[in-house]
C-alpha cells in the first residue's frame, strides 16, 4: 500500500484503543468498512470536492500494557492530487482525536460528579451530565 502512515503508542487494552478509535473514525465522518481481527478499515464518502479517503488502522500489541497504532491512509482515487492534502488532514485529525481521547481516560482518575456521579474531567467545569457546577 503507497499511502500516507503514522503510527502512535497507547498505553491501553487494544480493546480500549479499538472502541476509542471507532468512536473517533465516527467523529472523522469516516465509515467503518470492516474490522477483522486486528484491522480496521475505514473510507469517507464520496463529496463535491473529493472522491473520499481510505484508511487503515492495524493494531499491535508490543508489550503487555503498550499498543501501537498504525495509520495508513489514501485517496480512493490516487490521481486526484487535491486528495492527498485532504487524506492527509484527515490522518492529522484522527491522531489528534485519538489522543486526547486516550490522554483524558488516563487522566479521569476518579473524579466523579457529586450531584449525579456521573465522571467529570479535570477540565470540567459543569458536569457533562447533569450541569451541576463542580468547582
Ligand atoms: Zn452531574
Redesign the pocket.
Known amino acids: 500500500m503507497t499511502g500516507l502512515s503514522a503510527n502512535m503508542d497507547f498505553v491501553a487494552t487494544a480493546e480500549e484503543v479499538t472502541q476509542h478509535l471507532l468512536a473517533v473514525l465516527e467523529a472523522a465522518k469516516f465509515k467503518v468498512k470492516s474490522l477483522e481481527g486486528n484491522t480496521i478499515t475505514a473510507q469517507t464518502g464520496f463529496s463535491l470536492t473529493s472522491l473520499g479517503s481510505q484508511l487503515t488502522a492495524t493494531l499491535e500489541q508490543t508489550d503487555p500494557s503498550t499498543v501501537r497504532v498504525t495509520f495508513d491512509i489514501k485517496p480512493r482515487q490516487k490521481t486526484v492530487m487535491t486528495d492527498w492534502g485532504r487524506s492527509k488532514r484527515e490522518l492529522k485529525r484522527i491522531l489528534r482525536l485519538l489522543e486526547a481521547r486516550l490522554a483524558s481516560q488516563s487522566s479521569e482518575s476518579d473524579k466523579?460528579?457529586?450531584?449525579?456521579?456521573?465522571p467529570?474531567q479535570d477540565a470540567d467545569i459543569f458536569?457533562?451530565?447533569?450541569?451541576?457546577k463542580i468547582r
Open positions: 466523579q460528579c457529586a450531584q449525579c456521579s456521573a467529570v458536569c457533562t451530565n447533569c450541569g451541576t
